[in-house]
């Protein structure tokens, strides 16, 4: 069965991967396990959670606009800064252009909240570090220091101070859960932030006019600024 992804020029197909057989995804750039979308005359491969992911998501991260998925950076540097865990990226990712906001897909979809062996309570997703007086606080795994700017996991308890980089949290959980990847009847089904209800395509249009519109009323003032000091 044949699959067209608008990320690649040919039809992919499924195919389940072989012990010791080794791809990457070009969506996200990790490994490849279980089943995957592939093009094997461009050597184009896809995790299958990658290759579903929804072209667009009302992110919790970013409550102003909806997220669009692009299979490439706009940028001229072909990269960005994901706002998510801060790292590179040169593939797929979710973008508000009018923001400047780029967040990996695998980020994208983090659990709200995960349980961690190196502690005793569930620790939950949240985008901004508070204050501290400027004091600096360190993750508990890899005693790095958390960026203020970055997402991070902590535990809601107060006595309990324990705050942990985002890859630190999940790195025990299985990558790109997108919430309908375990039985319902287990007991820690991990639901991702964006599983509430998706953007309309008129909704998505709608935004991206406004956008556009937004940008050529920018790009005005700036020519008639630039006019008047001449």
């Not at 057989?21 to 490849?32: A, D, I, V, Y």
């Amino acid at each position: 069965m044949e699959y067209k992804h608008f990320g690649h020029q040919h039809p992919l197909t499924l195919y389940k991967v072989q012990a010791g057989q080794q791809f990457q995804c070009h969506g996200c750039h990790m490994p490849c396990h279980d089943s995957i979308f592939a093009c094997w005359s461009c050597n184009f491969f896809l995790h299958e959670h990658c290759g579903n992911a929804n072209r667009y998501v009302k992110h919790p991260s970013h409550p102003e606009h909806a997220l669009v998925l692009l299979p490439s950076p706009t940028y001229c540097s072909s990269s960005y800064l994901c706002n998510g865990c801060g790292a590179p990226g040169s593939s797929f990712s979710y973008c508000c252009p009018m923001c400047e906001v780029d967040v990996h897909v695998h980020c994208a979809y983090l659990p709200p909240k995960v349980t961690h062996q190196a502690h005793q309570h569930e620790v939950f997703l949240s985008f901004k570090l508070p204050d501290f007086n400027g004091s600096p606080v360190h993750c508990k795994i890899c005693t790095k220091e958390l960026n203020s700017k970055h997402w991070y996991y902590f535990c809601e308890k107060p006595e309990c101070g324990f705050r942990i980089h985002t890859f630190c949290a999940t790195n025990e959980v299985k990558p790109g859960l997108y919430g309908d990847n375990e039985p319902e009847n287990q007991a820690q089904v991990q639901i991702p932030v964006c599983s509430q209800p998706q953007p309309t395509a008129e909704d998505v249009l709608a935004e991206m006019f406004k956008i556009q519109m937004q940008l050529q009323m920018a790009q005005q003032i700036n020519q008639i600024i630039g006019s008047t000091k001449i």
